[in-house]
């Protein structure tokens, strides 16, 4: 081919991908680098075109053939800054969108590709300036203002995000994608009923997008419709089998339902989700799938929270009663407290060194293999017990202050609180509530408020202690606060945001200390 004939083939492909056609515009492009293997735009465009079609690979090696035959076009920087951050190579897609910002500052595209490379690395207060600046240079940037309210979004900053996602959706009314992001921003700012307005408007415009099918489950969730939310993940698993994602919250979902024995088998899927890669641990040793373990030693590893920990370890007494020796790995701050758990021959801490055994078990599978139904649940309670010494040591302490609770009118209560749970939890919002809650209940004559919390949130006792009477005490070596509670039953009462460590009925159900839903970011 002549120069000509190969730059009108060029501009030909170049029309035809436009159009969508990428198969056509990939031969043209092939034809003319035969003819001319150096050819920078058709190398470029046929990168754009491959990953286009979801072969960010191979898209790579042809665009960056393309920037090196021509460093001095910014379009090309920037389009190999995309290609960089779709193959997960952050920093180097950092490197080229400054590069093409260096070659054309005012570049809007490239902005939005830099704040994509900062977010991806985690430097979402640059992110975020990067975006900005791209929405400023171009108002009507739908792409960068989505970005800016995701990033925002993530940030916590809610109300900022989700004006920026809602302009984002109005510039792209067709878009899927926008809906979503706005979805998820609603949901994360607790507004789960217009995320799922946002959600289904998302599956109406892009019916086999599997992670908004999840996304409006877990929202139907929070919203308390939960046969419509187990619909909708059944939906998103249709699409797509091995969505985890999916599978985890309709497992929350079922066991919502009281359909346990598929709730438990779902929950399994926990084991594939990004937030499980800290609890992974592999052992020569096989794992207990429920058979005999008679004369047999088993591990039983703690899992995600305190609160797990404590309700799931009702279960390691039904492996002691099979003839198992149960060792148990937990929390350090769990150890005193769960070696009183009958049936438990030895208790150890995470990365203490580990005993010989047969065979392991993560606590909360164990529901799975027992087959556990809201029928049978394990409820030989209490089977947590604190050291004797110290519930009567803060017995005296409570006499002390409150007087002796034989001695109290039927009307008077010393109340256990606790308000604040894991700041870091993604649920945490649905799960805490202030101190400054509490208030109306400490007017309530006869009452008396006791502080049980631990780490997190006990700043907030100094900002509330002029407003109501809060009793605070602390012991180094109580850790989780069992001690003081276990001077709470019968007589007083305990009220608490999240789990108890003792509980007042016994029939307590497993699933309450499972974990939230699970989103799929945009």
Same mark, same amino acid.
């Given at each position: ?65 393309? %920037? ?17 951050? =779709? ?20 570049? $809007? ?15 979402? $207060? ?8 791209? &929405? ?16 925002? *979004? ?30 998820? /921003? ?10 799922? !307005? ?31 939310? +187990? ?27 009281? =359909? ?32 005999? !373990?008679?004369?047999?030693? %088993?591990?039983?590893? @703690? ?24 060792? %148990?790995? @937990?929390? /350090? ?10 049936? %438990?021959?030895? !208790? ?15 606590? #909360? ?6 087959? &556990? ?28 202050? @409150? ?25 945490? =919002?649905?799960?805490? !509530? $202030? ?6 209940? /400490? ?25 109501? +009477?809060? #009793?605070?005490? *602390? ?44 989103? @799929?970011?945009?």
């Amino acid at each position: 081919m002549h120069t000509i004939e190969l730059d009108a083939t060029v501009k030909l492909a170049k029309s035809k991908h436009r159009a969508g056609q990428s198969v056509e515009a990939e031969g043209l492009y092939r034809r003319v680098l035969k003819e001319d293997p150096d050819n920078a735009e058709a190398l470029h465009f046929l990168g754009l075109a491959l990953l286009g079609r979801g072969k960010a690979g191979e898209a790579l090696g042809l665009v960056r053939r393309s %920037v090196e035959l021509r460093p001095d076009k910014a379009d090309y920087h920037n389009n190999l800054s995309t290609v960089l951050g =779709r193959t997960g190579k952050c920093i180097e897609a950092l490197g080229s969108a400054a590069r093409a910002l260096e070659l054309r500052p005012d570049f $809007p595209e490239a902005l939005s590709n830099q704040g994509a490379a900062l977010e991806q690395l985690g430097r979402l $207060p640059e992110a975020v300036e990067a975006y900005r600046r791209a &929405t400023e240079l171009r108002p009507d940037y739908a792409e960068a203002l989505g970005n800016l309210g995701n990033a925002l *979004s993530r940030m916590g900053k809610h109300e900022e995000a989700i004006e920026h996602l809602s302009r984002a959706a109005k510039l792209r009314p067709r878009s899927p994608h926008a809906r979503k992001q706005l979805g998820n /921003a609603l949901r994360r700012a607790g507004r789960p009923s217009e995320a799922v !307005v946002a959600y289904r408007l998302a599956v109406e415009l892009n019916p086999r997008d599997a992670d908004a099918y999840n996304n409006l489950g877990a929202a139907l969730q929070e919203c308390g419709k939960v046969p419509e939310a +187990e619909e909708a993940l059944r939906t998103c698993l249709s699409i797509n089998p091995d969505h985890s994602d999916a599978h985890w919250n309709r497992g929350l979902a079922l066991l919502s339902l009281g =359909r346990w024995r598929e709730g438990w088998i779902e929950y399994e899927w926990r084991r594939h989700l990004r937030e499980d890669v800290g609890q992974k641990r592999e052992f020569p040793q096989p794992a207990w799938n429920g058979s005999p !373990v008679e004369g047999r030693t %088993v591990l039983l590893l @703690c899992e995600q929270g305190l609160g797990d920990s404590i309700q799931f370890i009702r279960y390691a007494p039904l492996l002691a009663q099979r003839g198992a020796k149960v060792i %148990v790995e @937990c929390q /350090a701050k769990l150890k005193p407290l769960l070696s009183t758990v009958k049936g %438990v021959e030895k !208790v150890i801490a995470r990365g203490e060194p580990l005993p010989t055994f047969d065979v392991h078990a993560r606590l #909360l599978t164990l529901p799975c293999i027992f087959g &556990t139904t809201p029928d049978d649940v394990p409820a030989d309670v209490p089977y947590l017990h604190v050291d004797e010494a110290r519930v009567q040591r803060w017995k005296r302490k409570l006499e002390e202050t @409150c007087g002796p609770a034989s001695d109290a009118a039927p009307h008077q209560r010393r109340i256990g609180i606790v308000w604040q749970g894991n700041t870091s939890h993604k649920g945490d =919002r649905w799960r805490s !509530v $202030p101190l400054s809650a509490f208030e109306p209940l /400490a007017q309530v004559p006869g009452v008396r408020l006791i502080s049980l919390q631990k780490g997190p949130g006990s700043e907030q006792i100094a900002q509330c202690r002029d407003r109501f +009477e809060l #009793l605070e005490w *602390s012991d180094p070596e109580d850790t989780t606060g069992e001690a003081l509670l276990g001077t709470c039953f019968p007589a007083d009462g305990m009220r608490t945001s999240r789990a108890s460590v003792v509980e007042p009925t016994p029939n307590h159900s497993c699933a309450n200390e499972l974990n939230f839903c699970k989103l @799929c970011d945009a």
